[in-house]
């Protein structure tokens, strides 16, 4: 039986990151944890860039033509969308997810889903570095796996 994994190696990747500025308090601590993990993976600095959008539903654009410019290995998307008294929410986070796939399928570059959808800013917060983690660190190292299991996918 053959089994692929993608290895966790980042060295020679490069990897692009769209994050938005909406909710930058969480947003901020996101690309953080996502630059920490490339870094720690191996993937270099200058391999990494990082481009600004308004908020997230602006993300899947700029996910799908970093995708599309066969220049990055994976791209990362980084948000926070907070339950608020109003539809918006489901709105934002619907459009947000099924854009930033539709950008991954489309391309065939991993496109790394690091949206944050809470009902709280306590639960965003405790997404970004607090109680539970940070997941845009899991969505950089979730970037170098997809990234390595599509180039072995592609070899094959």
Do not use: W
């Not at 709105?91 to 391309?107: L, R, T």
């Not at 709280?120 to 796996?145: L, M, W």
């Amino acid at each position: 039986m053959r089994e692929i994994r993608g290895s966790l190696n980042g060295e020679g990747l490069r990897v692009g990151i769209v994050v938005a500025s909406f909710n930058d308090f969480i947003t901020s601590r996101l690309l953080d944890g996502a630059k920490a993990a490339l870094v720690s993976h191996g993937v270099r600095d200058e391999d990494v860039t990082v481009v600004t959008v308004p908020g997230s539903f602006e993300i899947p654009l700029v996910a799908k033509k970093l995708s599309e410019a066969g220049q990055y290995d994976a791209v990362i998307c980084l948000g926070a969308v907070i339950r608020g008294e109003t539809d918006h929410y489901h709105h934002v986070a619907g459009e947000a997810a099924k854009g930033i796939a539709n950008a991954s399928i489309s391309s065939g570059v991993p496109v790394i889903f690091g949206v944050l959808t809470t009902d709280t800013v306590e639960q965003a917060i405790n997404r970004a570095g607090g109680k539970q983690g940070n997941n845009g660190y899991s969505a950089g190292v979730a970037a170098v796996q997809m990234a390595n299991v599509v180039r072995e996918l592609d070899v094959n």
